[in-house]
Nanobody, 123 residues
Framework: QVRLVESGGGLVQAGGSLRLSCAASGRTFSSYVMGWFRQAPGKEREFVARIAWSGSSTYYADSVKGRFTISRDNAKNTVYLQMNTLKPEDTAVYFC????????????????WGQGTQVTVSS
């Protein structure tokens, strides 16, 4: 069991940057593959990025590739999402998720979810 708490969301102008954090409880954080997903109003939740246990393997949605960077600090039980060159279409609630399986972009592969943090990008 792991509890996830996101932070770092807010309002930013287009072209700006934000860094999201997701703090995890428990002593086995390094055994979880971590993912970031987002959900815009009226839309389904979609995959953003994912990072493997040691941080050596990352994977991104095409829509954020080159602009967003996922990273993790296993000593701090935290995963990050650095978001640069933000666009209005990045506006959504961002969720972090965890799984012990070798997951990538499939939402149902993730077992644990945070409550989300709102990111709003103004034009």
């Amino acid at each position: 069991q792991v509890r996830l708490v996101e932070s770092g969301g807010g309002l930013v102008q287009a072209g700006g940057s934000l860094r999201l954090s997701c703090a995890a409880s428990g002593r086995t954080f390094s055994s979880y593959v971590m993912g970031w997903f987002r959900q815009a109003p009226g839309k389904e939740r979609e995959f953003v990025a994912r990072i493997a246990w040691s941080g050596s393997s990352t994977y991104y949605a095409d829509s954020v590739k080159g602009r967003f960077t996922i990273s993790r600090d296993n000593a701090k039980n935290t995963v990050y999402l650095q978001m640069n060159t933000l666009k209005p279409e990045d506006t959504a609630v961002y969720f972090c998720a965890a799984t012990t399986s070798w997951a990538f972009h499939t939402l149902t592969q993730y077992d644990y979810w945070g409550q989300g943090t709102q990111v709003t990008v103004s034009s």
